[in-house]
Nanobody, 119 residues
Framework: QVQLVESGGGLVQAGGSLRLSCAAS????????MGWFRQAPGKEREFVAS????????LYADSVKGRFTISRDNAKNTVFLQMNSLKPEDTAVYYC????????????WGQGTQVTVSS
């Protein structure tokens, strides 16, 4: 059974930082592309960042480029999202997701962690 468990969310002031973690189990972690998505109240879920199994390729939404950094530790089956210079518009539930390296869809999702940025 695949499980993705996020942690590290919380309340932070604008300009602050948070580091999200996502611990994966039940899958061969090193063969999966890992992604972070977020969903703000009243809005659709949106892509934030992704990282390939080798960490060679990372992708970011334009809204977070230069502020967020995605990384992974395949030995610990964990993916991270370092979020700096946070803005109130970054407030959302952040979800971790996994997509097999030869797949086209994210098949597995975590339960989400709340990030709230106060102005």
């Amino acid at each position: 059974q695949v499980q993705l468990v996020e942690s590290g969310g919380g309340l932070v002031q604008a300009g602050g930082s948070l580091r999200l973690s996502c611990a994966a189990s039940g899958l061969t972690f090193s063969t999966y592309v890992m992604g972070w998505f977020r969903q703000a109240p009243g809005k659709e879920r949106e892509f934030v960042a992704s990282i390939t199994w080798t960490s060679i390729t990372t992708l970011y939404a334009d809204s977070v480029k230069g502020r967020f950094t995605i990384s992974r530790d395949n030995a610990k089956n964990t993916v991270f999202l370092q979020m700096n210079s946070l803005k109130p518009e970054d407030t959302a539930v952040y979800y971790c997701a996994a997509r097999h390296r030869i797949g086209s869809k994210y098949n597995y999702w975590g339960q989400g962690t709340q990030v709230t940025v106060s102005s």
